[in-house]
T-cell receptor, first 113, second 112 residues
Framework: EAQVTQNPRYLITVTGKKLTVTCSQN?????MSWYRQDPGLGLRQIYY???????DKGDVPEGYKVSRKEKRNFPLILESPSPNQTSLYFC????????????FGPGTRLTVT | GDSVTQMEGPVTLSEEAFLTINCTYT??????LFWYVQYPGEGLQLLLK?????DKGSNKGFEATYRKETTSFHLEKGSVQVSDSAVYFC???????????FGRGTSLIVHP
């Protein structure tokens, strides 16, 4: 089954404790991205990647890092989480050859205390 | 830059009522247009799309027509069900680009 998976789905952590949210897709998509969703603000893009070893900042990259060492994986790294990073995070992927739409993961709800 | 504006919610309707959620956009060229739906506790999933002017996207009883003259892509459904309660996002993607632009989302609540 074609899908985007994220882990963990839920995470509660403390300020300053490094964490990684994993994202993996099995569709051989070249494009992957991370969003955060906050009430009243909709979806905001954090980082995106056009292909392996190619990443770029989205609208709200501060406090986040990403890497794209393999085509299928695009982890999101919070090296020193803060309470304002409490949010719902989505990973997405797409491919120009398949069509313009994006495929989203199920989301990761992160709480930083 | 590109932008998408959709009506603020929540939109509250009774079952079997007619639904319209307005969406207008600003973009150069000829973007593809989308409606995504997010059911409670889930990620976004594509509801329908249109890739050129005058195209009509349809799925699950929902429809939207790509109107270039009014730069709009309004979502409609003739008779909503309780199971349609969700958040709906309008989005665009310029041709040849990977990077989409999303509206802020409109929450739909359907009462029995």
């Amino acid at each position: 089954e074609a899908q985007v998976t994220q882990n963990p789905r839920y995470l509660i952590t403390v300020t300053g404790k490094k964490l990684t949210v994993t994202c993996s897709q099995n569709m051989n998509h070249e494009y992957m991205s991370w969003y955060r969703q906050d009430p009243g603000l909709g979806l905001r893009q954090i980082y995106y990647s056009m292909n392996v070893e190619v990443t770029d900042k989205g609208d709200v990259p501060e406090g986040y890092k990403v890497s794209r060492k393999e085509k299928r994986n695009f982890p999101l790294i919070l090296e020193s989480p803060s309470p304002n990073q409490t949010s719902l995070y989505f990973c997405a992927s797409s491919s120009q050859r398949e069509g313009p739409e994006q495929y989203f993961g199920p989301g990761t709800r992160l709480t930083v205390t | 830059g590109d932008s998408v504006t959709q009506m603020e919610g929540p939109v509250t309707l009774s079952e079997e009522a007619f639904l319209t959620i307005n969406c207008t956009y600003t973009a150069t060229g000829y973007p593809s247009l989308f409606w995504y739906v997010q059911y409670p506790g889930e990620g976004l999933q594509l509801l329908l799309k249109a890739t050129k002017a005058d195209d009509k996207g349809s799925n699950k009883g929902f429809e939207a027509t790509y109107r270039k003259e009014t730069t709009s892509f309004h979502l409609e459904k003739g008779s909503v069900q309780v199971s349609d309660s969700a958040v709906y996002f309008c989005a665009l993607k310029p041709g040849g680009s990977y990077i989409p632009t999303f509206g802020r989302g409109t929450s739909l609540i359907v009462h029995p």
